[in-house]
């Protein structure tokens, strides 16, 4: 919430669902991620999977093309 605040000058509450739904995923990773490196894990694929999900959402969310977390390009 502070950093959504930081960047766009307000608190936005429609981004919320999907910023507990990345940072939750995000805790599971580092908490559940510290798997041996011959052992296949789940766990980074899948916040893979809900940051390209949420993280197009919350863009959408804050204005799509003309959101400051939008890439403008040089």
């Known amino acids: 919430m502070v950093l959504g605040w930081a960047i766009l ?3 936005s509450l429609t981004t919320l669902p999907a ?3 990345w940072g939750g995923t995000m805790a599971m990773l580092g908490l ?5 490196l011959d052992e296949h ?5 899948l ?4 940051t390209a999900f ?5 863009v959408l ?6 959101s400051p977390l939008f890439f403008q390009g040089w």
Do not use: D, E, K, Y
């Open 9 to 11: 000058g307000q608190v």
């Open 19 to 21: 910023r507990c739904a």
């Open 32 to 36: 559940l991620g510290r798997s041996p």
């Open 41 to 45: 894990s789940w766990h980074a694929p």
């Open 47 to 50: 916040v893979a999977v809900v």
């Open 54 to 58: 949420c993280f197009p959402v919350i």
């Open 61 to 66: 969310q804050t204005g799509g093309s003309q």
